[in-house]
């Protein structure tokens, strides 16, 4: 589970939604060959109110015996007035032990 926290200097943070998108990826983004799979492990059409999305990680990429080594998360936050902001971050995954 990840947690987005944000504030709204202009209005109430109770009245602002979420959009989140999580990847599983076989590298780093910045990596020019990196792949990041076509099945979102999160990700919703609109936004909401709940800031802790759940998932869980694959070992490989769907279809394929690629491992993950990478998780993408992109977050849109939007205000009451329509105002929005997007981060996008990433974090490496460390396999389990044999």
């Known amino acids: 589970m990840v947690k987005a926290e944000f504030s ?12 989140w998108r ?3 990826c076989d ?8 792949n990041c799979d076509l099945n979102r492990l999160y990700g919703q059409p609109v936004p909401t ?3 802790s ?16 080594r990478d998780i993408v ?3 849109t936050v939007y205000d009451d007035r329509g105002a929005s902001s997007t981060i996008e971050d990433e974090w490496a995954v460390i396999p389990d032990p044999p």
């Open 49 to 51: 109110r709940p800031t």
């Open 73 to 75: 998360f992109e977050v």
């Open 27 to 34: 590298g780093p983004i910045t990596n020019l060959d990196t």
């Open 8 to 19: 709204d200097p202009d209005g109430d943070v109770n009245d602002g939604t979420m959009q």
């Open 53 to 68: 999305p759940e998932f869980t990680v694959p070992s490989v990429l769907t279809g394929s015996a690629v491992p993950v």
């Open 22 to 24: 999580i990847s599983a």
